[in-house]
């Protein structure tokens, strides 16, 4: 513990008193020539977020973005106070508590309760901000890292060979000529539905047939393979382009108008309820696309890549199709080995 008078109390925990000593010197040596000042009495949380998003080296995700707003200019505590405008030295860990308790009693953008999954993201975006500010000297303790809510569940929703016919014959009958392509491509590539609306031509390469995905959830850039049926597809789409107006920015799927962005929410609940899908929903097509990719002998390390994920802890759920795999490279090494005994 490190006392100055006119500073705050630092504070930090180590494993041996060497360690302990060597930090304390350093921090007093610092306050001395003028370079930790009193930064939890002078900046708020909104200066922490304006700091964390301004970093050049930093690779936040549109998604991210829109969330550290919120936490910027409208999560409150029970009392109505903006969080926001609070001094860092004022935050407490029971203000992030009751600001969770009010996420999980909001709405989204669908009508819908926020699933305990969403209140965990935008729990843990505003707790990498005052973990980073816990290097600036600004905090010494990240109050908003606080227990994740229990209840995140897992959808297994496969589509049945049979649910795959109705819904492909909704879409050729559909009233936005794009959304069969749309479908296969999302069945046949794994990507978001997100990611797929903000496809342009010149992200795609029909000659190796990959496509680049840029506006992906984790705002990192990523290849997906358009191929087979998804690839005829495309190739058709662009023929009927006109080529007069086909430029490489111009956006892959349009609306029946010719416009985009392509909006695609509506038409999709009229064709899951032509097709009696039930409680299918768009982003379970991504799920289907992982969970054949697996089924095909795909490694946890290729799915990753495919899918977008940073951590092999978001492929876990598909580990029982990467068990069998195993299982058959045992079965092709006994016949190399062998033979057929």
């Not at 609070?86 to 709405?107: M, V």
């Not at 227990?147 to 014959?169: F, N, Y």
């Amino acid at each position: 513990m490190v006392r100055k008078a006119g500073h705050p109390t630092l504070t930090k925990t180590f494993t041996s008193k060497r360690k302990a000593q060597v930090w304390a010197a350093g921090k007093e040596s610092r306050i001395a020539e003028g370079e930790i000042f009193e930064t939890e009495h002078r900046n708020k949380l909104s200066d922490a977020i304006e700091r964390y998003l301004e970093d050049p080296d930093r690779n936040v995700s549109k998604y991210a973005k829109g969330v550290l707003k919120w936490w910027k200019t409208e999560a409150k505590n029970r009392r109505g106070v903006l969080l926001g405008n609070k001094k860092l030295n004022r935050l407490r860990r029971s203000d992030f508590i009751e600001a969770r308790d009010l996420l999980k009693q909001t709405n989204s953008r669908h009508g819908n309760l926020l699933a305990p999954a969403t209140v965990n993201r935008r729990m843990s975006c505003i707790s990498a901000v005052l973990t980073e500010a816990q290097q600036w000297d600004w905090v010494q303790d990240n109050v908003a890292r606080i227990r994740r809510i229990p209840g995140e569940v897992q959808r297994d929703r496969l589509m049945t060979p049979e649910e795959q016919k109705l819904l492909l014959k909704a879409c050729k009958t559909s009233s936005e000529p794009h959304m069969y392509a749309f479908v296969v491509c999302a069945m046949l590539s794994g990507a978001r539905a997100g990611e797929l609306v903000g496809l342009r031509w010149k992200d795609i390469d029909l000659d190796r047939g990959l496509a680049r995905l840029l506006n992906t959830k984790n705002g990192t850039h990523r290849p997906v393979p358009i191929r087979g049926h998804a690839l005829e597809l495309v190739r058709k789409m662009k023929s009927h382009e006109k080529v007069a107006s086909l430029r490489g920015d111009d956006f892959v799927f349009k609306n029946k108008t010719g416009y985009a962005p392509f909006y695609y929410r509506k038409v999709w609940c009229e064709i899951r309820n032509e097709a009696k899908l039930g409680d299918f929903r768009f982003h379970d097509l991504r799920h289907l696309a992982a969970s054949h990719l697996a089924m095909a002998g795909a490694t946890q390390r290729e799915l990753m890549e495919v899918l977008g994920h940073k951590s092999a802890a978001m492929t876990q759920r598909y580990s029982h199709f990467f068990d069998q795999h195993i299982a058959d490279l045992g079965d092709r090494l006994q016949v190399r080995l062998f033979g057929n005994e």
